[in-house]
């Protein structure tokens, strides 16, 4: 249908062309007859009933020219004059033509203007015919506001992002001005510009441009801007956009590592705590929340001294440096000071004495340690939920449980992890333990979950997902189930059943897999193993083409065996295994594709080398466990996808997953830098990678 419309638009406004230029050659003919007039008549009304719809375009010429209508619709049913091949390029010539017309004689010559707009010190000289085409403006002038009657109208700005020249872009636009470029460095204050005058086709264009140029040094500008702004939907997108970059990149891209110091604590938290931040391990998310907090408590502590300094500095001016004709008045009306080092730039000199000035440069500097304090006491705040809520301790093995027990934090000679919640996670592992360890090897569920929220030490509940779905683009929508951990719950009823609660913690992994690209139809690629109470598990993708929608990638979470109580803690791996074959349980294992190096803590312990005491094996057939899977895409939209699994029952070597079609699009492979600006095409130097992070838990 929307081809259709598209195809009559363009047919009507060639023929609406073609009659202004027939017009114009017969322009010259005179002494039209009566009689040629009423068969002209006739021919306008078998016209107007035939199939073909004249536009509205036509329709105003035909009220405009008066006693040359039927003439006109004459020309139109005339076998004299048969249409000419139809030239999309000629229409669009004369469409620009008219553009650039309308542009310069009208915006930027003010010819004809029947209204003055009056904003940033000038007037600009405008049509209200123009002005009409816009929702905002067409409200101004013409509803119940006292300036739709006025020649003369002032716009105010409260606004600090609006400026003149993202002004003179957005008016532009509605004068035809379309080919304007649209850089970085304005596309923030043409955004708020377009968000205000409600030009939402040039919001979207800024929205893109904001999309492609997220990045290590632009990510926490553009996420504060959205977050501190809200222009809509256009906010939100931003905000989910950035949201993913950081939750994709964050780890182990080093450039980006900056970022986490200047992000806001907040932000900082929800990416930490998100399901989605990819990230090896839970204990590798410890330690990379540990490097960040520590390398920004050390920032603070920095400025806290620096703002000390420069106190001292205000506080105790070298008065034998001052000048000998300086004077001290006693009354602020008296003479200033001349010559004076020490000058209070927010004040005038004119004004105030030596001393009011400085009072008020102790007062300033006073009011600024007094907000840095403020804003210190809020983020170690959040530092505290960090450590307390935001990671999951009790599927860590007891080795790391120790050593988190003896970090201490450099600036403050306090432990990271509060002593309660460690022992408190140890406890819950061992209560697991016992449940898997005690069950009859035909269990299926362990019983550990409750239709009613269960206490917890932290405050922190995690819901278990009660149906299967698959959410793409939602970041935002759903950001706070999302960021939070599962943490948020949802209404009885919904889904296939009443919202259950886990007892315990989830286990959270992540994977990723390179030169996706090149898998070969019906190939798989494993995943390291991750223990997980009492058994090994891992993903593996494949890459699957059907008769109805092509080519699709599968994505499985896969229950890949029972360890050996006796084996090392060493059992997690990250390395994939390639395979052939659509077979999972007699495939042999073959290449190991190559990996992006990535940035590793080092754990001051010899865990991988010896016994742990949190390794067990759950001889149980079949388990019964839920799961969802965040999967970034690289490309210029960053859309997280999220497949969502309610609980399912995983026998051993037993897989359950999705098909997708996206994820074999170039968004979700690529990079932005990736993408060839003309084509949108991957570059013959690109590297296609997948990240996925899991969280699962047992019933």
Known sequence: MTSNLVKEDNIADIEFTQLLEDFSLASNLDNISSNHAATSTTAAQQNRTSPFTMSPLLTLTQKESGNTRDYINDIVSSSVYPPPAQDPQRVLRQMMSLCKHIYSRGLIEGSGSDVTIKAFDKDYHLHRIILYQNSYFSVLLEGPWKESGQKDI??????ENITRDAFEIALGRLYGRLDEVILPSQVLSLLATASFLDLQDLCEMCVEVILRDIKEDTVVHYLTFATSHFYGTHSEKITESCFTYLCREGYDNLRLRPAFLTLPAEWLKRVIESDAFWVPSEYERYLFARDVVSKRRKIAAEQKRHNLVSSSLVNYPDLSNLSSDISFPTSPTSPTITNSPIKAKRFPDSTFSYHTRRSASVSTLSSICSSNSLQAESDEAIYTAIFTYAIYYAHMAFEELTAISHDCDSITNVPLAPDYILKDALWHQIDLRNKIENAAESDVTLGISSSEIPPSSTGVHFEIPSDDTTHIGEALTGLEDMIGGGTKAMKDGEGRGSVEYSLFAPFRFSVEFADVAKLKEKQRVYSGTKFYAGSNWNMYIQ???????GIQLGVYLHRHSMPDPSSSCGNNTNSSTMVNGSSTNKSSPSSSPGTEERYRQTIHMKINN?????????????VRT????????RGPSHVLTQFQSSPDNFALMQSWGWRSSSLCQDDYLLDVRDFDSSSSSITNNSSSTLKFSVVMGHV
Not at 543 to 549: A, D, E, G, L, N
Not at 610 to 622: L, P
Not at 626 to 633: H, L, M, R
Request: proline fraction near 6%; aromatic fraction near 18%; glycine fraction near 0%.
């Open 154 to 159: 002032e716009l105010r700005f409260d606004d």
């Open 543 to 549: 890459k699957i083409k059907t008769p109805r929608k």
């Open 610 to 622: 010896e016994k742990s005491f949190s390794r067990y094996a759950d001889k149980r057939k079949t």
């Open 626 to 633: 839920w799961f969802k899977i965040f999967c970034p895409a």
